[in-house]
């Protein structure tokens, strides 16, 4: 609950406006403008909202300043366990809370029941183009989902919304792997009801019509941990495109879809696939990591360091710090490293020692390290931003959920401060 705490004054035109200001559970103040244009006529000017809480959410917390992220109040740390449990997360990020056994049992049943796609719907996969971006492919999928699931169209009660997730959740998956089988040329392996959501999914991926995969325990649990950190992160790009969407009471596969394509972009989830291409770069010797450096640091050069900085994050981000703990332990497990672990941390140490991202408070991401895992994993880099969507994916229902339900929810429309042409006058062709 966030409380009306204080108040604030804005001094103009001679004029003072009292401000409620209202306080978070971490003690967060936020000034509520809402009446500001109604009222007075004026707006707030915040043009990427890095400024503006565009709602109350409680379901993902960040301290950037600190690397803090808990979701449901949990801290990220915890659920790097012996066992990382990604559907019990994605559980708790839905429906508010750490499910108990049953309610989990239920919910793994309900994925398993809807792995596979509708007939009409593989169709449709069949006629996209067989080296179409797989993030295109994602999202034009999750968008005719709701021609085969009109049952879901109207979601107005939570055991609705749970079938459509469960549905959303299970079937992402069989999207992504039959997308990667078929841009591989080779056949579709059905998922395996007996196996759990990871190794399903891997399995999927990877196995031959005559040899099933065999998938190890430490690769099930790596993935787990992946998707995991992927879950949530509140009000991100991807997440906002989601509620944008809910808001105008439009659906949950539009509003997913429209996730997918946020995420895609390359100063988002698309940064992934950055990384590794500028680790590869190095590795073929095209550069050295102090030259990514350098260009990242020219202002003339558009290039940035992928994998480093952060909206909110003025510290290491914390999902970061565990990839980088995870990939140590999966190669010592598989007693094997990868050379681009490597050339990563260099390129981490000599950022941050280096006083430009110093002053800018900049360090690793998410997508720094990720990469890393899932290539240990056998995941080719066209498929990462994929893998980090199947992560997001009970981050955007959840976050959908909490915008659709909510009390006196309004279609989100920020103003603008116009700089165009004043009025101007229609011109005849001829008189151009
Ligand atoms: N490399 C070089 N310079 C950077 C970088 C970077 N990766 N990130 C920020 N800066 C500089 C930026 O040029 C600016 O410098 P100046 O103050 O001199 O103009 C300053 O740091 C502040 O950056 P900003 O672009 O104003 O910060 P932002 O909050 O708008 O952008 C960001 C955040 C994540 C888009 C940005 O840090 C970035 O482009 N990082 C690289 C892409 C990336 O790794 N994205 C993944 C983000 S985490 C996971 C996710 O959301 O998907």
Known sequence: MSDLSDSAKLLIDGKTIDLNVYTGVEGERSIDVTSLFKDHGLTTYDPSLGNTAICRSSITYIDGERGVLRYRGIPIEQFDRPKPNYIEVAWALIFGRLPDDEELSQFREMLTRHELLHEGLSNQFMALPVDAPPMAILSAMISM???????????????????AAARLISKIRTIAAFTHRRAMGLPFIYPDPSLRYCANFLHMMFSLPYKQFDVSEEMEDALNLVFILHADHEQNCSASAVRV??????NLFASCSAGVNALWGPLHGGANVK???????????????EDCIAAAKDKNDSFRLYGFGHRVYRNYDPRAKIL??????????????????DIARKLEELALKDPYFVDRKLYPNVDFYSGILLRAMGIPTDMFTVMFAIGRLPGWIAQ???????????????????VGNPKTDYIEMEKR
């Open 145 to 163: 989902m709701a021609c085969y699931h009109k049952e879901f169209l109207l979601l107005e009660d939570e055991k609705s919304l749970m079938g």
């Open 245 to 250: 969407v809910c808001s105008a009471q439009a």
């Open 275 to 289: 990384v590794m291409e500028m680790l590869e770069a190095i590795y073929r010797g095209g550069y050295r990591p």
């Open 324 to 341: 980088k703990t995870a990939c140590d332990r999966l190669f010592k497990t598989l007693k094997r490293n990868d050379p681009l672990l």
């Open 400 to 418: 959908w959920k909490e915008q659709h339900f909510a009390e006196g929810g309004k279609i989100i429309r920020p103003r603008q401060l116009y």
